[in-house]
């Protein structure tokens, strides 16, 4: 099974999921063939197009979809359409089938029933099935069909929720379970988690009895939707979508669905009265508030009186909808200033108004819930939290909140208020176990209770966590940590809103750099955050601009591009692992970086023009530079420079990882992509290390052409007829005349090579004009408090 290669995928079902999944393995590098049922009326047709339109307008729907469930444009040319009367027999080149047709036995059986007459032996085969046992699907299948058969199931969309949930049926080979468990972390960017053949698997059993849970506390509390939302959501680690949000996107009838699917599969089950639908929630589907899908639900979008779109709140008792309503809490108003999520969710299940008591009751449930789910669900607590947080979203799962809150403490009050407790815990307890989780020289450990011991989480290096390191810290400021991640490699990461860089961190930056050029083999810069970074602290820059103490704006310009050319041209290899948000001076951290291995979902771009700046951290210069590089014979040279100008003048952002090589912000043979992002600071480490073995030496500086009034031009030219379209704003074209002026090295009359520091300069020269415009700290301003740009 080791040695097992897949290079072809055949997709059965090209619904909601199986076009998406399509896409998504596509867009991991493999070849897809996607099948459906012929269109409906074309079944005496011999037109090939007519017969696969079905097929075909579900993918096309599927990629206009937003967010785009595609890493890159080009993810469709991997995909091969057809239909199950006429091409079911091209199965027999895949290397594994996925099955994601409609959630009914009947149907499933006799797909595969036809199926196995092209399968090839030996070929993976796997069901989507959110719902239905794994052992019914297989009936009356062959023995190497049982074998090598399994659930697999993607949740919705595949690209961006990364739980893969592998489910064995009662036949099938403990190899395959393991290469499929192993190939969906590597080779696809998932959480994979071994689930057992029971109701709702994992996530959705947990996940959905959290949900109802909810909504019995906000009746027996009497507290709101609106209420609700505001406590879980990223107040405790959980998405924006909390609650509500969530239960309208997924589907309010599927949310019914699973919850009366576990009240009838699960009579034993010590919460079962949670899993029965409320009245409320029964009445919301029969008058079809279904959420997302009926354009109502919870919530609806509406018209307010000045015609701006507006969010309404359903009123369960009526199912008219008004305006939301503003929630307080006083323990929530001391709990948001605090950046740290451990001690936001230990103050907030500690506190004594009504938010407190929803947090003590929910939490107590939740914990009782989850400790006896095992063995039941899965055999050890990881597994759970695993799927929780690849799933759901949750930034911290079950039983991470369990020891974070204490576990003795929690046991206690469990005991306390009457929750019955498995005997695994109890035999925990009594052993001296403290804590489900533990770590031990980087290497996390998890408490398993088949061996009444800790044992090693899965993975092991390959998913490195700085903070694990916290013994290993070598220096740290406010904001930073410097960590020794074995290997003489050393790690950065900071903890700022937002990942911004401000002083602090670019102190990091170059305390880093020279502790690892004492001694080390080089230098690792991530963070565990939610995003790597937003950019620089654009807050100090609004204020010593609107102070205009342009001295002092000067010499933090100054320090940004002084760290940045640190990096660069630094003793050591610096790489750097970003993921999500990489803004602005993140942006140019990386561009500056020996190497990046970024995440498949890094959004990276430069910025500024959006706060009425130019990159002022070394951006516009690299940008230049690239563009010197990239100069082809008989191509007219303003070709590369004119390509990166409009990216930075109209402030653009790769959707993907995979997109930012084609706008020249990653280089193809520097620059790496991690599908799973747990996997990049490990990647990151081994890419340190290869670089020194390989004889690492500091890089040296080299002049730049520029390409003075040849360029600036063409350019003032293009700014213009932006602006006479009306594309472009006065400011615009204000903001636009001075990156060209910068990226053509200023009004030199013929090309000229330049040194980096002479665009570095220019650079900033402009990036302080225009702090001392008014529109800019317009700009500026509207970003810090609505965190939208503006546009004056």
């Not at 009497?222 to 406590?231: A, G, K, Q, V, Y």
């Not at 006083?330 to 999520?341: F, I, M, Q, R, T």
């Not at 669900?377 to 079950?398: H, N, S, T, V």
């Not at 400021?477 to 002083?503: F, P």
């Amino acid at each position: 099974m080791t040695n097992r290669i897949i290079k072809h995928i055949a997709v059965l079902g090209s619904g909601v999921m199986g076009s998406r999944i399509a896409l998504h393995l596509a867009g991991a590098g493999f070849d897809v063939l996607l099948l459906d049922r012929v269109t409906p009326g074309t079944e005496n047709d011999t037109d090939t197009t007519a017969r696969n339109q079905l097929v075909q307008q579900a993918l096309d729907a599927a990629i206009k979809s937003k967010p785009s469930p595609a890493y890159h444009a080009l993810v469709r040319q991997r995909v091969q359409l057809g239909n199950f009367n006429d091409d079911l027999h091209r199965i027999s080149k895949a290397d594994w089938i996925i099955e994601v047709v409609i959630e009914r036995l009947d149907i499933k059986q006799s797909l595969f029933a036809d199926v196995e007459k092209y399968r090839k032996p030996g070929t993976l085969i796997t069901t989507n099935t959110s719902g239905i046992p794994i052992h019914l699907i297989a009936n009356g299948r062959s023995v190497d069909f049982k074998k090598h058969f399994c659930g697999t199931h993607f949740f919705n969309p595949p690209r961006y929720l990364r739980l893969l949930e592998i489910i064995p049926g009662p036949d099938t080979d403990a190899s395959v379970i393991d290469f499929l468990l192993h190939f969906g972390d590597l080779h696809l960017g998932k959480t994979t988690v071994h689930c057992k053949d029971t109701p709702a698997f994992i996530a959705n059993r947990v996940g959905v009895f959290s949900i109802m849970t909810i909504f019995k506390l906000m009746e027996s509390l009497s507290l709101s939707i609106d209420d609700i939302d505001l406590l879980t959501g990223p107040l405790i680690g959980r998405p924006k979508s909390a609650t509500f949000r969530t239960a309208d996107v997924v589907g309010i009838d599927t949310l019914v669905n699973v919850a009366a699917g576990v009240y009838e599969h699960c009579p034993d089950d010590e919460a079962r009265p949670v899993f029965q639908i409320p009245g409320w929630l029964n009445n919301m589907v029969q008058h079809q508030r279904l959420g997302d899908k009926t354009k109502q639900g919870f919530f609806k979008k509406s018209n307010g009186p000045d015609g701006t779109k507006q969010i309404q709140t359903i009123r369960l008792d009526t199912l008219e909808y008004g305006e939301r309503q503003r929630s307080s809490f006083s323990s929530v108003g001391s709990a948001k200033p605090l950046e740290n999520l451990s001690e936001r969710i230990q103050l907030l299940f500690h506190a004594q108004d009504k938010a407190g008591a929803f947090y003590q009751q929910f939490h107590t449930a939740l914990f009782a819930y989850v400790a006896n789910r095992i063995p039941e669900i899965a055999d050890q607590p990881y597994r759970i939290d695993d799927a929780l947080k690849a799933g759901f979203g949750w930034e911290i799962g079950a039983f991470e909140t369990w020891d974070l809150l204490g576990f003795e403490y929690i046991l206690t009050l469990l005991e306390k208020n009457g929750h019955n407790l498995p005997a695994w815990l109890l035999t925990m307890k009594s052993g001296g176990f403290t804590s489900f989780y533990k770590t031990i020289n980087g290497q996390q450990y998890s408490y398993d209770p088949t061996v009444g011991d800790y044992r090693p989480l899965p993975g092991g290096h390959a998913f490195l966590v700085m903070k694990r390191f916290e013994n290993q810290t070598i220096w740290k400021n406010a904001s930073c940590r410097i960590y020794h991640l074995g290997d003489e490699v050393l790690g950065l990461e900071w903890n700022t809103k937002m990942g911004s860089i401000g002083g602090d961190v670019l102190a990091g930056i170059q305390k880093g750099i020279q502790s690892a050029e004492e001694k080390y083999k080089g230098l690792v810069i991530a963070n565990a955050g939610n995003q790597f970074s937003a950019g620089a602290n654009v807050g100090l820059i609004f204020m010593l601009a609107l102070e205009q103490d342009f001295d002092e704006l000067d010499m933090a310009i100054r320090l940004f591009q002084q760290t940045m050319m640190r990096v660069r041209y630094s003793g050591i290899p610096v790489v750097v692992a970003p993921h999500g948000l990489t803004l602005g001076g993140a942006c140019e951290l990386c561009l500056h970086a020996d190497a990046v291995v970024a995440a498949a979902e890094t959004y990276m771009g430069l910025v500024e023009v959006g706060v009425g700046l130019i990159p002022g951290g070394g951006g516009t210069k690299e940008m230049v530079k690239r563009a010197a590089q990239d100069i082809h014979a008989g191509e007219p040279e303003t070709i590369p420079l004119k390509n990166r100008f409009l990216h930075i003048a109209t402030a653009k952002v790769a959707t993907s990882a995979h997109e930012a090589f084609d706008i020249g912000l990653l280089q193809e043979g520097r620059d790496m992509i991690s599908l799973n992002a747990d996997r990049r600071i490990a990647l990151a480490k081994q890419r340190v290390l290869a670089l020194s073995d390989e004889g690492y030496a500091q890089p040296v500086t080299s002049p730049i052409q520029v390409l003075g009034q040849n360029g600036l031009g063409a350019m003032h030219a293009g700014i213009h007829g932006m602006w006479r379209a009306g594309y472009a704003s006065d400011h615009d074209v204000t903001i636009a005349r001075k990156l060209a002026y910068v990226m053509c090295g200023g009004d030199l009359s013929q090309p000229t090579a330049v040194s980096e520091q002479y665009l570095l300069d220019l650079e900033r020269t402009a990036f302080l004009q225009l702090c001392g415009e008014r529109k800019t700290l317009e700009r500026i301003q509207s970003v810090l408090k609505t965190g939208k740009p503006l546009r004056n």
